[in-house]
């Protein structure tokens, strides 16, 4: 498969090294040059195929022959080690539970593909690859795990000392081998910062291999488009009129399940649900883009200003504004109104929620206001334990710890201090 930058300087590129560099010489994000729509009998057969199946079906063209039949298909069984439930509400709603990998978080999958992939491509290098990434908690625990093992791929995770919850900093910095926590004496955007000059320093480019893993790269965009195939597996013999609703804060989620739609995955409509960082709402209501810093929510891994992925779904819906209406709602929902529904969905449906479903469940229920026939799948990406107390002291009850955070509770916490650009540069010359 091609690629090409959707900044359209930069030449196009294969699936391999789309991968290894995230994004493009030209700063554009990749995108597949077609997408070809599955035969038919796919989704009518559905049923009869396991998940792995349906995976390998649907991601062998956006890998081509850059991995082989048998190796992409270890690949996909290893990403794919967990369930994706689903838990019908009623006759107008279900969740999709995607928090049941190793670190109770979506991004899982698309870290497990990602780091599998690449360490594929480095199978026979000497040269390491050293992924940098900061985090203000759930990509760090998503990506570390993910990694975890990969030979030739080292991972250097930064984080805001004391910035992140205590099962997240659990998460970065219990792991060992090839996982490396470098604890900052600053604020997310400090990591941040200090990530992005990282990756513009030539003194740093021409002695190691630095690569990043946040959702614009490819290989963690795209395998989220299978929560969609499965979720129609499970959902299409009881209803017509699928629609999905995403917490969306990055846009790379939904954007993957607009793919699954391109590849004809028969889907009536996509619903975006945001907190009150609105960009995407306001975009829809007014035709003009003005992102804005973002601010600080309950629902805090959807606290982004201005969605990396967006570019891509326009490009999907080739720029038409018209066309990405017709398919797209959008909604905003305070931290106040968050908090009432995960209320609601404990005594209306006895389901504990975590603040990201919670504010899916309200797009959900603002969608249906107007088309009452819909069935809307709402994807929870998060297990409301890595937001314990905000959901605990919301519904009045304590939520049982699953085994993955036991475990890591109870390990010793191993990070490294840093304090400036400096420090992190003179560690990554040094390993
Ligand atoms: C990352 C994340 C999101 C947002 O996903 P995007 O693909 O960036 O839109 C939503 N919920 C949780 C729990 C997340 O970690």
Redesign the pocket.
């Known amino acids: 498969m091609t690629y090409y930058s959707l900044n359209r300087i930069a030449p196009d590129t294969s699936f391999e090294q789309a991968v290894i560099n995230g994004l493009a010489p030209d700063k554009g994000l990749y995108f597949p040059k077609n997408i070809r729509p599955l035969a038919s009998d796919f989704f009518s057969s559905i049923d009869h195929k396991s998940k792995i199946e349906i995976a390998y079906e649907a991601l062998k063209q956006f890998v081509g022959d850059e991995i082989p039949e048998s190796k992409l298909k270890d690949i996909i069984e290893d990403t794919l080690n967990f369930d994706f439930p689903i838990v019908e509400l009623n006759k107008n709603l279900s969740i999709l539970e995607l928090f049941h990998g190793p670190t109770l978080?979506?991004?899982d999958v698309g870290a497990r593909f990602m780091a599998r992939c690449l360490g594929y491509f480095n199978r026979d290098n000497t040269q390491k690859v050293t992924v940098l990434v900061a985090t203000s908690g759930?990509?760090g625990g998503a990506v570390a795990n993910g990694f975890l093992g990969i030979k030739g791929v080292e991972v250097v995770i930064l984080y805001p000392s004391g910035k992140v919850s205590k099962i997240q900093e659990k998460q970065l910095t219990t792991l060992g081998q090839n996982i490396t926590a470098l604890e900052v004496a600053g604020v997310f955007d400090d990591c941040q910062d200090m990530v992005k000059r990282a990756f513009v320093d030539d003194e740093l480019s021409k002695q190691i291999k630095l690569t990043s893993a946040n959702?614009i790269n490819i290989a963690r965009w795209l395998p989220q488009l299978l929560y969609y195939l499965f979720a129609y597996k499970e959902l299409k013999n009881n209803y017509k009129n699928l629609v999905f609703c995403v917490?969306?804060?990055?846009?790379?989620?939904?954007c993957a399940g607009m793919v699954a739609q391109k590849l004809g995955l028969p889907v009536k409509h996509f619903i975006a649900a945001n907190n009150s960082n609105d960009t995407v709402v306001r975009y829809m209501e007014t035709k003009s883009y003005h992102p804005k810093p973002s601010v600080a929510t309950i629902s805090n891994?959807?606290d982004?200003g201005n969605p990396s992925?967006f570019i891509r779904i326009k490009e999907l819906y080739d720029n038409s504004y018209d066309n990405l209406k017709s398919n797209l709602s959008t909604y905003s929902f305070s931290d106040l109104e968050t908090k009432q529904a995960l209320l609601e969905l404990y005594r209306n449906y006895n389901y504990i929620a975590?603040p990201?479903g919670a504010v899916g469940y309200l797009g959900a229920k603002a969608f249906l206001k107007k088309e009452p026939e819909a069935h809307v799948v709402i994807l929870e990406?998060?297990h409301p334990t890595k937001f314990l107390d905000v959901v605990e002291t919301t519904i009045g009850k304590e939520i049982t710890i699953p085994n993955q955070i036991k475990d890591i509770m109870e390990k010793p916490k191993k990070s490294i201090p840093i304090k400036s650009y400096d420090d992190l540069k003179s560690f990554l010359l040094k390993g």
């Not at 917490?247 to 939904?254: C, D, F, H, K, M």
């Open positions: 978080a979506f991004k759930d990509t959702s917490p969306s804060g990055n846009y790379g989620n939904i891994a959807m982004v992925n975590d990201h990406t998060a």
